[in-house]
């Protein structure tokens, strides 16, 4: 019989008749959805995984989302899977990132999106290899689809969480998943293994529709009931520390109408209320301070007066410069000054600095022209002591990095600070998915975190994951909150340096290995008169 092969389809396949004759035997077989079915069914799935993510919250839009994403490839050729998950990867980033835009232009936010779309659709590459391993097999590898397409999606997010420069790990499924009841789970397996988990049940459900087998849906149900029904990870009560955060809501867009030393100002005349009350610790938004104090005499007068009327240190934040480097720096100042100082590890790209600046200075010259100050990436410990009280941080960006939040929680931190400046985002999703992503944080290491933004939103949030407080956008204010201190080491944080790679690398041996067995399965089975179907 003749066989028509589809580029944009995947391989034929060969079965065993039982008795060496032609038989029909397509009900297990991957059967790829027309292309152009599926590249609509694409772009309407990558739209509909933005509404997982604040503003919207709808958290089951991703299990909708990622069902029909896989749907798409399973059977698929790797053209195929390419091209349709690049059209998912650009419908859901164009639309996620929409907020690169809105002060920075259209440029800077077509170069993201569009290279999110680009390594999103390589990736799609990988988990259409994955079908078409394991669906070419008996029911036994069949089993372990899932599985294996789980962890490849892990080994995608983890990629593009760490290249190119630093990677860009905003939207990984399971920070979407902060308003949703298996948020909890999050202390177990952290947010790596919430996508595992999401994912794993999504491609659970594509298998038991696709094959009309029970199985597959059953163990879908059991890993969802399994992620609900798991308590926080148990942390221990270690007192509570009174803390003071100022939202100063002064000009700190990169555009904002201003001059040297408004931003300080607003922030001053914000937390003036705050001074008369008793506190442990005051805490101010990233750049709050719109001077290099470590050089200004007269800024360090400022904040010297600022920890007297306060009783307190001040984690304050500014760009400073150390020798030949500039630096986005956290500091506790008291009374003796700067006492303890953290830079930021992970500047971001075209943002903070231009990295390979010739470059890209020779395609846009104007807008690379923009970024004047090259931040220098900073080595030292996200992590302070107020007190006997260690407290980890992480500024601004910095917060989507698992490293970042691994060194403060694995140093001892009983509770995180979280300092961002959001005003250039005024208006947009920005603040509210950085937000969520905060949110998580607290659900993965137990620990309360408090974030403050220069011009909003700023929270407390509690270990749970609950707002404790909050002040909204584009307000002036300044609060106090007993902020519950905590120990013991979660096992999210004791998995956090390592799961997500050791899920890509096992899913590239298991990938490896099962595509190897099935070559060779295929050779023997040409050769004792297999049948091509």
């Known amino acids: 019989m003749t066989v028509t092969a589809d580029p944009l389809v995947g391989p034929p396949i060969f079965v065993r008749s039982r008795r060496g004759n032609p038989r029909e035997h397509n009900a297990r077989l991957p059967v790829a959805v027309p292309f152009s079915v599926a590249i609509i069914a694409a772009a309407v799935a990558g739209g509909i995984l933005d ?78 290899l994955a079908y078409r391993a394991t669906t070419r097999t008996g029911y036994g590898y069949r089993a372990f689809t899932p599985l294996l397409v789980a962890g490849v999606w892990v080994l995608r997010e983890t990629l593009m969480g760490s290249t190119p420069y630093t990677g860009f790990p905003w939207a990984r499924v399971g920070f979407s998943l902060a308003e949703s009841p298996l948020a909890e789970a999050a202390s177990w397996v952290g947010t790596t293994g ?41 942390t221990e009560q270690a007192g509570m520390l009174r ?51 470590l050089r200004d005499v007269a800024v360090a007068g400022r904040l010297d007066r600022l920890v007297q009327g306060a009783g307190a240190p001040a984690l304050v ?140 939103t700023s929270q407390v949030i509690g270990r749970d994951g609950k707002v404790l407080a909050q002040v909204a956008v584009d307000t002036t204010a300044a609060k106090i909150t007993e902020v519950p201190l905590r120990t013991g080491t979660t096992l999210a944080v004791v998995l956090m340096p390592w799961l997500g790679w050791t899920l890509s690398i096992g899913s590239v041996l298991a990938l490896l290995v099962v595509s190897i067995r099935q070559r060779r399965s295929d050779a023997h089975s040409q050769e004792d008169g297999w049948m091509k179907l």
């Open 51 to 128: 509404f997982a993510y604040p503003a919207y919250g709808w958290w089951p839009a991703a299990f909708v989302s990622v069902t029909i994403g896989l749907w798409t490839l399973r059977g698929r050729s790797l053209p195929g899977a390419f091209l349709i998950s690049l059209v998912y990867g650009a419908a859901f980033y164009f639309t996620h990132l929409a907020w690169v835009s809105r002060f920075l232009g259209p440029i800077p936010w077509v170069a993201l999106a569009g290279l999110e779309a680009l390594l999103f659709g390589a990736g799609g590459v990988l988990i259409a």
């Open 194 to 234: 919430l996508s595992f988990l999401t994912v794993l049940v999504c491609a659970s459900v594509v298998e038991a529709l696709i094959l009309r087998r029970w199985e597959p849906a059953a163990a879908a149900a059991v890993i969802v009931v399994a992620a609900i029904a798991v308590p926080l990870f148990p």
């Open 243 to 293: 803390v003071g955060w100022v939202q100063g809501n002064g000009p700190s867009g990169y555009f904002d109408t201003k001059t040297t030393g408004d931003i300080l100002r607003a922030q001053e005349e914000a937390t003036a209320p705050l001074l008369d009350r008793e506190m442990d610790l005051l805490v101010w938004p990233e750049g709050a301070v719109d001077a290099d104090p």
């Open 317 to 456: 934040n500014a760009a400073t410069t150390r020798g030949a480097d500039t630096f986005n720096t956290s500091m506790l100042w008291t009374s003796a000054g700067p006492q303890q100082l953290h830079d930021k590890a992970n500047p971001v790209p075209f943002g903070e600095y231009v990295p390979d600046r010739w470059f890209y200075e020779a395609i846009a010259p104007d807008l690379i022209g923009l970024i004047q100050r090259e931040y220098t990436p900073g080595s030292n410990t996200p992590l302070m002591n107020v007190g006997d009280v260690p407290i980890g941080l992480a500024i601004c960006f910095d917060v989507i990095y698992n490293d970042v939040i691994h060194q403060s929680a694995a140093s001892g931190a009983q509770m995180f600070v979280f300092q961002t400046n959001n005003a250039d985002f005024r208006g947009t999703d920005e603040n509210l998915q950085q937000l969520a992503i905060a949110r998580m944080r607290a659900l993965e290491t137990g620990r309360t975190a408090v974030n403050v933004s220069t011009t909003g």
